[in-house]
């Protein structure tokens, strides 16, 4: 059946048939996978991507894992997957996918083994989440004679944990970030002595040969080796925070001006990790006071760390790194492939537009695309920018070479990420990532791998997926060649669609009730949620249940270009419709943000600090809009016309009756949605300068309008509903001026619309019309461009907040205002973006939905009990969201009277009250007249302007 949907379900930029026993060559032949019975035991897109790779590469007995949030628990949330797998023989429910602790992880180790060998499983894929790093887990799955399709448990220890990959890294010359990689071996000598090593594993019966090691750091791994696999503490987390806190006493006293970056070592997507403020950042007559001050926090920091990651069990290794956070750097990493002999990359991605550690906007980094740039840029006599490009070019061969060592020196035989920040032009080792990356599809869109017989060069096959790449290695191994990587496209560029609010605050529980279907060039990873019902072709309903992580889907494009990329990603978003019940998304930001660099620099290298300070940017537009009346401004300017054509007055009010919708509609549609206004005003930020009370338009406003209704996807098509396109009679006045200026070009012989205005101007008639065609034709001038001063607002509210200040330099690096990087401005323009729930003054309302914890960690005390007082930025709860913890603070000083929640882990809902309080002071609320009379205060602001 042809459904509607069908370029998603057959898109031939990733599917393919990839059944290499269809081959007429032996030897490719010999590499089929179609014996490999694998249990997908991951969800979300790269389970359904899983699942359509192995059907095409002709594995058709693989079964997925199914975790009762994903089955059973949510109305609609059923796993999207099981539209297409309706086979319940390979379907296998679980509890949930790892365990809350490790003993339930333990057990679900084992009933994952029992499935597979119930079932006739030979192979296990673990994508990239849940226990996809787990190195024990990946080693039980070895001794029960499972194929894990992924590094081995060798590389998994070697690479996978944070602390000895950094050991491994400084061993084969790789540059890593400076910090403490020892925290546990630290606390242990500071808790025994070097010399109590022996007495502590007598004492707890731990056999552990110290004569085999080399020296003391040696031994104190060994010791505690020995006493996780016992199970039992050695030292506990306050041991740990204790020796951190010793080190961050020296770090914080060396680099007064540095923040550090806390990192459990088994933590991943930024998780299980904090930020240690600098000393200079707190108050002190002395740095030595200002370093206690910073140091205090380590403790408490170490134990969030260990608490977010469920790692704080009796027996866990409780390792944390502390390292210097380099504030202005770039998230970089290489894609490694290897098979435990040889080792290969394919190039990097930067990762760098992210927050809260969470990605957002991944972009491909290749040798070809940079190339070709810095041709473009040397060409356009941009030599700073060009001088950019090729220190870019040099980071990123030094990256692929360091990557290629480590991965050897880990015996990588499977795909891994190689993960780096870039400082200037200093790159520092992070972390290898001992899996797939979620944004894997940017890597193989620009390479695909040849792969050939060492006998026959004539004699190969392609491999264009990476998990086609890891499964042929999981099944063949060693006796895969190196391969060779191939261009397939220069560039590519991925965003992950959330669901988060306008603030990017994770927002669970919307319903998709409609999705509009992918356009040709947009690959949509979304766990087949745009599977149509087959029997109706269909879109069905989805709930966003969020019992796991914020993403919905993985939106990716290619191009010649970044610029070409970015252009098609733009157009992706544009016509992306998404509706449906308490939904909200990213789909707008994106938008901005594309169109962000699309109008202020494509090739501009932002820091990983970036996106906080634009959102806080977009905040101030939102905020200004707010202050704006959009009904009385026009109101005014109309006013404005009758009076200085009183004679006409009649027919000039409607004319602009006529218009008032035509103006008002769109930019009612931008001021609701500040993600558009950004981006709106970053590719037009030359249309027009407002100076001396006058506009001058430099590019023609009735194009500009036409081009908006366009950008808002409003464009006029018979059969859509009236509200989501410009209305019938609007479209005609609309048509009838584009028109007009179109015709009025081609006779000028001109679009430039500063010279067309000044033909205009005159009442001499070019050549080509005659006196009375010129006067109707300056006229009709009149008449169009009557009512467009409304569109200066947008102008004016780039302006009176700065917008443009945040800016690209001609090195692509991006200034950033220093007001955008106060935090008290940044939370302030959160809750403009989104407002938090409308509360009575003797309550405090949930500001999201989630699980509520009232205290840190089981067994410690609550925040706060009734009767206590609190302080404004007082933490008052934790709330986990889509497998993130936040904590809540006050927003201002009171008594708590009641607490309204009992117990921990209670599902919440927005706005729903979680305290009674008395507020130490009456808070005052604006009347809605007091309100509508400040809007028109500010409104007779900006109609002053261009009073002129």
């Known amino acids: ?58 594995i058709n007995s693989y079964g997925i894992l199914l975790s009762e949030k994903d089955s059973i628990t949510y109305t609609n949330a059923l796993a999207p997957e099981l539209r297409t797998l309706t086979d319940p023989n390979r379907v296998h429910r679980v509890p949930d996918y790892t365990g809350a602790t490790k003993d339930e992880r333990q057990k679900r180790i084992q009933q994952i083994i029992r499935i597979a060998h119930d079932n006739g499983y030979n192979a296990i894929f673990a994508g990239y989440g849940f226990m996809s790093e787990d190195a024990e887990m990946v080693e039980s799955m070895e001794e029960a004679g499972l194929n894990f399709i992924g590094p081995c448990s060798f590389t998994q220890k070697a690479a996978g944990m944070k602390d000895q990959a950094k050991r491994t890294a400084l061993e084969t010359g790789v540059s890593v970030t400076p910090g403490v990689n020892n925290a ?165 991605r930067d ?85 797939i990356q ?243 005003l970053s590719i037009n930020k030359k249309a027009l300068v407002i100076k001396d009370g006058s506009i001058e338009w430099l590019e023609n406003p009735i194009l500009l309008l036409d081009r908006l209704y366009h950008y808002l996807n409003m464009d006029f098509e018979v059969g859509k509903p009236a509200r989501y396109m410009i209305w019938d009679h609007d479209h005609d006045i609309l048509d009838a001026a584009v028109g007009f200026y179109k015709s009025l070009e081609e006779k000028l012989g001109t679009a430039d619309f500063t010279a067309i205005q000044k033909a205009l101007g005159s009442d001499a008639a070019p050549a080509g019309f005659s006196g009375d065609e010129w006067a109707a034709v300056r006229s009709a001038h009149a008449g169009y461009m009557a009512g467009t001063e409304l569109l200066a607002v947008l102008a004016h509210i780039a302006s009176s907040t700065g917008f443009f200040e945040l800016a690209v330099q001609p090195d692509l690096s991006i200034e950033i205002p220093e007001r955008l990087t106060e935090e008290s401005l940044q939370k302030r323009m959160a809750k403009v973006l989104v407002p938090p729930p409308v509360a009575k003054s003797d309550e405090i309302l949930a500001a999201s939905g989630g699980m509520f914890y009232p205290r840190e960690a089981p067994g410690m005390d609550v925040f706060v009990n009734e009767g206590d007082h609190f302080e404004a930025g007082d933490t008052l709860y934790i709330v986990e969201v889509m497998k993130m913890f936040n904590k809540v603070v006050a927003p201002f000083a009171g008594t708590i009277e009641k607490v309204l929640i009992e117990g921990d882990g209670v599902i919440i809902k927005k706005g729903q009250p979680l305290f009674k309080v008395n507020p130490d002071e009456k808070i005052e609320v604006e009347t809605p007249e007091q309100i509508a009379a400040a809007r028109r205060a500010s409104t007779d602001g900006f109609l002053a302007g261009i009073a002129g």
């Not at 972009?363 to 070709?372: D, F, G, N, Q, R």
């Not at 992580?549 to 494009?557: K, Q």
């Not at 009076?643 to 001021?671: G, Y």
């Open 184 to 348: 546990t071996s630290l606390a242990l000598f500071a808790k025994y002595g070097k010399d109590g090593l022996d007495k502590c594993a007598k004492d707890n019966n731990l056999d552990v040969d110290f004569a085999a090691c080399k020296d003391d750091e040696e031994k104190a791994l060994a010791l505690l080796a020995a006493s996780y696999d016992a199970g039992i503490d050695i030292i506990d987390a306050a041991d740990i925070g204790a020796a951190l806190q010793v080190e961050a006493k020296r770090m914080l006293a060396e680099k007064p001006n540095n923040r550090f970056r806390l990192k459990a070592i088994a933590g991943g997507g930024g998780k299980g990790q904090r930020i240690l403020q600098s000393a200079n950042s707190y108050d002190g007559a002395t740095l030595e006071e200002k370093v206690e001050k910073a140091a205090a926090k380590v403790p408490s920091l170490v134990l969030e760390c260990l608490i977010e990651l469920k790692t704080n069990g009796v027996g866990d290794n409780k390792n944390v790194l502390i390292e210097m956070n380099i504030d202005t750097t770039r998230h970089q990493e290489i894609q490694v492939v290897g098979n435990g002999e040889w080792c290969m990359t394919m190039g990097g």
């Open 438 to 680: 979620v944004e894997h599809r940017v890597t193989e869109l620009c390479y695909k791998l040849k792969f050939t017989n060492p006998d026959n060069p004539a004699d190969f096959f392609i491999a264009e997926s990476l998990v086609e790449v890891m499964a042929l290695l999981a099944r063949h191994g060693k006796r895969l060649p190196k391969p060779e990587r191939i261009v397939r496209e220069k560039t590519s560029v991925e965003a992950r669609m959330n669901a988060t609010n306008q603030a990017l605050q994770p927002h669970a529980g919307g319903i998709i009730e409609n999705w509009s279907n992918a356009i040709p060039g947009e690959i949509r990873d979304d766990q087949g949620i745009s599977t149509h019902n087959p029997d109706t072709d269909v879109f069905m309903k989805y709930h966003l249940a969020g019992a796991y992580d914020s993403n919905i889907a993985l939106l990716l494009t290619t191009g010649e270009t970044r610029l070409d990329s970015y252009n098609r990603m733009a157009e992706i978003l544009r016509r992306t419709e998404l509706r449906g019940k308490d939904l909200a998304t990213n789909l707008e930001f994106h938008y901005g943000l594309v169109h962000w660099f699309i109008g202020n620099g494509i090739n501009a290298r932002p820091s990983t600090r970036f996106i906080v300070p634009y959102l806080t940017a977009v905040g101030l537009l939102k905020e200004q809009a707010n202050q704006l009346d959009l009904d009385y401004a026009y109101g005014q300017i109309r006013q404005r016309y009758l009076e200085a054509n009183a004679e006409q007055a009649a027919e000039w009010a409607a004319v602009l009756d006529a218009k008032k919708l035509l103006f008002t509609r769109p930019l009612e549609r931008l001021f609701a949605e500040p993600h558009y206004m950004s981006g709106w």
């Open 1 to 58: 059946m042809q459904t509607s949907n069908n370029y998603y379900l057959n898109n031939p930029l990733i599917h393919k048939d990839r059944q290499l026993d269809k081959s007429s060559s032996e030897w490719v032949r010999s590499f089929s996978c179609k014996d490999l019975k694998p249990l997908i035991i991951c969800r979300g897109p790269i389970r359904k991507e899983a699942m359509d790779v192995f059907d095409e590469m002709g």
């Open 351 to 435: 990762c760098s537009l992210q927050m809260h550690e969470q990605k957002l906007l991944e972009v491909s980094v290749t040798e070809e695309e940079l190339k070709a740039a810095i041709t473009v840029a040397e060409d356009a006599g941009k030599t700073e920018e060009a001088g950019q490009l090729k220190k870019d070019l040099v980071i990123l061969q030094r990256m692929e070479e360091e990557g290629a060592v480590f991965g050897q020196a880990v015996k990588l035989d499977s795909v891994g990420t190689f993960e780096c920040i870039v400082d200037g032009e200093a790159h520092y080792f992070m972390e290898m990532n001992t899996r």
